[in-house]
């Protein structure tokens, strides 16, 4: 009986009628469809002493005329459309007729039979009220009584058909008009990013009646869109919450889908029936794939080997490890090897495997038959450990079909070996190769798949580490296994030469440290209630003031999918060399920048003039920043010294002689400053500051000094304050632990002086721009190089989300990259020379550069 149930065509369904609240599709005919509706006053007595108004709904279905009291007391009224007289809207020539005068919008329907229902709100048999009776209807939108009218001509029309089947599909045809002339409202969508992977037709089955209107998948949504906004109007599945998903019959048709978000309920969210089997396939497999990619148990387990997954067949091969002697190997045969290759590759290259098998195919039970054999064989077999083969990732998907018409031999059971089956999920041989690759795209592999290299290529695929990952093959299998050279039998150097090639080997070892994880790239959705959709009345800053408050996740990472609109603002030349450094206020209203003229400037905003200009000495300055509180501006400068000058008291109140050479670059963090240096150091400073009224001086204590081989041009915190990245003239790029000053991983990363370095802002990596012409990107916790870009030209200043950077190039040009594609999404015209610095604020949607061309330039986002 229960399964009978599950597979009739209604279900449960969560959005299953409340029939004790007024209006249901309960009260429609079996196959009858709810159209449309309008507000509108039910006239009653029209012109007569006892005229009765009352306002309601007006709703228009296939087979009837509904209308809704908004007062419960009064019934609901039900008109046949067969039982109808005549419908029409009063001519304006009928200037005697009641139905005429006042009745702008109205429509008037003469009928032989009325239901009444639901009166006082009592759920209770029908009133049939018979004989000739006349109804008028204002509609509120006088406008639409054209359209209306036209419409219940047609139904009325399909009503009167003397067949049910003519019936049927005239009322069909009207209905596949109606969807065909509109489509789904994308406004709909819950994110401003998600993307469209189809739009259907269907109806959203309930117990005993179904409702029309357009199914909807996206990237994390399945909508459905009722034609007539009942009962609310959009249904939103969000398919990460989506269980199960089963295909349904619907009236002995394969159209029906059925989707739940819970485990074992009986009841669906939403069961839809759909006008072809395409249509319903497509949402099914889109869904059912979203299923195979999101959970964790619809993938191996990437951090062990191929004979480590089945535990009952592992537990048998550590037994015979542990009892055989030495050298001891836990598979006897290999992961990849000619054979294996060959095996997935018959059908494109069959002489290959002729050759391989001295002139013959294998047996057809031991071909490539099926996916779900191979993957079955794998399993459970004795000695099958194989993995697959980069074809099952690529866009060729001939190796899985006979198209040579090859004879492979019968099968025990008679039948031939011809096209590899594949599983049920997929529609043929590319669509099993598109969905391959999105699952290797997929968020989980992109979280494991370092495991499986480490496995493969990494540091668990010798010694210790290998043993105890059950990883351990024959040892010829290995670089190293066997010395040929040292062995002077020929007969034996051949044999084992032979059994090296064609048993199997195992690749080069790449890496001896676990290997990072892969950069994954945030998803990048924003709600459509984000906190930019408040109202100038509401917010607590005027329109023209920027706000230094919204510093929401969602405000940065609006910004950042925005950044391609980065648009200059101002720009103003404020010195006579090159800009180095920019430092900003808390409150944004003054700008300070050094320059190799030796200067440091304060520039207004507000005035757009510059307040304050001073020089230290005549050396250049290379970078400034600004103390918390906005008293205090200090500067770095090629004399070897460190400046500290008084905001509020316009005067230098302090200087710092640490270095022996030029000093390149500051950073401060909770009273700690780190300067680094062309003499090769850098050095942490804590610093207490003095009184400013007073003429006492700042106390300096150097806390730790940090050393390098060369000169150091240029360094970075990460946002705990923990971590310290420095970049030398030679190119080497160090991690250093601030806590212990002591170096975590050194690299020779770039072919000359290192520009800038930064952490992304989850401080897991470390973006870094040389005059080389490359970006390199190096996993913070391994150390290991992950991605290098090369560019046209060096770009010499950056900020970036961990995704997207946003370059100052040596042309003056601001360009925007995909990290991940490696390369460059827009070029932005700016300066006429190197952008040689970089400023933004914590909101990202606020930018201030500084060039070669003596110029600061301001840019704002324009969403």
């Known amino acids: 009986m229960l399964s009978l149930s599950l597979e009739n065509d209604y279900s449960c369904g969560r959005d299953t009628e409340r029939i004790a609240k007024g209006f249901s599709l309960l009260l429609l005919n079996l196959e009858e469809y709810y159209f449309e509706q309008h507000t509108a006053n039910h006239i009653i007595n029209k012109d007569c002493k006892d005229e009765r108004k009352f306002r309601g709904s007006l709703k228009i279905c296939s087979k009837s005329i509904i209308f809704e009291p908004d007062d419960n007391i009064q019934p609901i009224i039900k008109i046949p459309l067969r039982d109808c007289i005549s419908i029409k809207a009063p001519e304006d020539n009928e200037a005697n007729n009641p139905f005429t005068r ?119 949504n399945l909508y459905f869109q009722p034609l007539n906004g009942y009962p609310k109007p ?375 003039t510059i307040q304050r200009s001073v020089s230290f000495s005549n050396m250049a300055l290379s970078s400034c920043v600004i103390l918390p509180g906005d008293t205090t501006v200090i500067s770095s400068s090629w004399d070897n010294h460190i400046y500290f000058y008084s905001i509020a008291f316009g005067r230098q109140q302090d200087v710092l002689m640490g270095h022996d050479d030029a000093v390149s670059k500051i950073c401060w963090c909770d009273g700690r400053l780190f300067s680094a240096s062309w003499d090769s150091t850098v050095k942490v400073w804590h610093c207490v500051p003095g009184e400013t009224v007073s003429n006492k001086k700042h106390h300096f204590e150097l806390l730790a000094e940090l050393e390098h081989d060369v000169s150091v041009n240029t360094v970075d915190l990460n946002a705990a304050n923990t971590i310290l990245a420095s970049g030398t003239k030679e190119g080497t790029i160090s991690v250093w632990d601030v806590t212990t000053a002591t170096v975590l991983h050194q690299l020779p990363c770039h072919s000359g002086t290192v520009f800038h370095a930064a952490f992304s802002p989850d401080s897991r990596h470390l973006l870094s721009t040389g005059e080389d012409c490359c970006f390199k990107v190096i996993d913070v916790q391994t150390g290991m190089l992950i991605s290098s870009v090369t560019t046209e030209e060096p770009q010499r200043c950056f900020k970036w989300d961990g995704n997207t950077i946003l370059s100052g190039s040596q042309s003056g040009e601001l360009l925007i990259w995909d990290l991940l594609g490696g390369r460059v999404t827009e070029r932005i015209k700016g300066h006429t020379g190197a952008v040689m610095s970089m400023w933004m604020n914590e909101q990202c949607n606020s930018v201030i550069t500084g060039g070669e061309d003596k110029q600061i330039m301001f840019w704002k986002l324009q969403y």
């Open 102 to 220: 006042n009745t702008s919008g109205g429509i008037s329907v003469v009928c032989t039979q009325v239901f009444l229902i639901k009166e006082r709100n009592v759920i209770a048999p029908y009133k049939t009220v018979r004989g000739r009776t006349e109804h008028l209807f204002q509609l509120d939108v006088a406008g639409k009584v054209g359209d209306v009218v036209q419409t219940l001509h047609q139904l009325y029309r399909a009503s009167c058909l003397d067949k049910m089947g003519d019936q049927a599909a005239m009322i069909t045809a009207i209905l596949q008009s109606r969807l065909a002339r509109t489509s789904f409202d994308k406004n709909r969508f819950q994110s401003i990013s998600e993307t469209l992977h189809m739009e259907c037709k269907a109806e959203m089955v309930t117990p005993l009646v179904t409702n029309p209107g357009h199914v909807c998948v996206t990237d994390a």
């Open 234 to 608: 959009v249904v939103q599945i969000t398919l990460q919450n989506v269980r199960r998903i089963y295909k349904r019959r619907h009236g002995l048709m394969p159209l029906g889908l059925e989707v739940f978000c819970t485990e074992n309920d009986l009841c669906s969210d939403i069961y839809l029936k759909f006008y072809n089997y395409q249509d319903r396939d497509e949402v099914y497999f889109l869904i059912a794939t979203y299923i195979d990619l999101t959970k964790p148990e619809t993938f191996r387990d990437l951090s062990k080997p191929v004979g480590a997954l089945n535990k009952e067949r592992l537990d048998r091969l550590v037994t015979r490890y542990q009892e055989m002697p030495e050298p001891k190997f836990m598979y006897g045969s290999h992961y990849s090897s000619p054979g294996y290759v060959l095996f997935y590759l018959v059908r494109v290259a069959p002489e290959y495997m002729l050759c391989l098998q001295n002139g013959k195919f294998d047996h057809a039970d031991r071909m490539f038959n099926s996916i779900a054999e191979t993957w079955k064989n794998c399993l459970d077999g004795a000695t099958d450990f194989k993995e697959l083969i980069p074809e099952f990732y690529e866009n060729d998907s001939s190796f899985l079909v006979n198209s040579l018409k090859l004879d492979l031999g019968k099968r025990q059971g008679g039948k031939m070996v011809e096209d590899v089956e594949l599983p049920p999920w997929a529609s043929g041989p590319d669509d099993f190769l598109q969905k391959s690759q999105e699952a290797l795209e997929s968020p989980y592999v992109s979280e494991h798949l370092h495991e499986w290299i480490d496995i493969i290529f990494g540091y668990k695929q010798k010694g210790s580490e290998a043993i105890a990952a059950h990883n351990v093959f024959h040892p010829l299998t290995y670089e190293g296994g066997v010395d040929l050279n040292s062995i002077m039998d020929p007969n034996e150097k051949v044999a084992l030469l032979t059994q090296i090639l064609e048993f199997g080997q195992t690749p080069k070892q790449l890496f001896t440290t676990p290997h990072p994880q892969r950069i994954i790239p945030k998803l990048k959705s924003l709600s459509r209630t984000s906190s930019h959709s408040i109202s100038i009345a509401e917010s607590p800053v005027s329109p023209n003031e920027e706000s230094f408050e919204d510093l929401t996740e969602e405000s940065i990472t609006l910004a950042w999918n925005n950044i391609a609109k980065l648009k200059l603002d101002q720009q103003y030349k404020i010195h006579k060399e090159a800009i180095t450094g920019i430092a900003v206020t808390c409150n944004g209203s003054s700008v300070f920048t050094t320059s190799h003229d030796s200067t440091l400037k304060m520039f207004s905003k507000d005035s757009k």
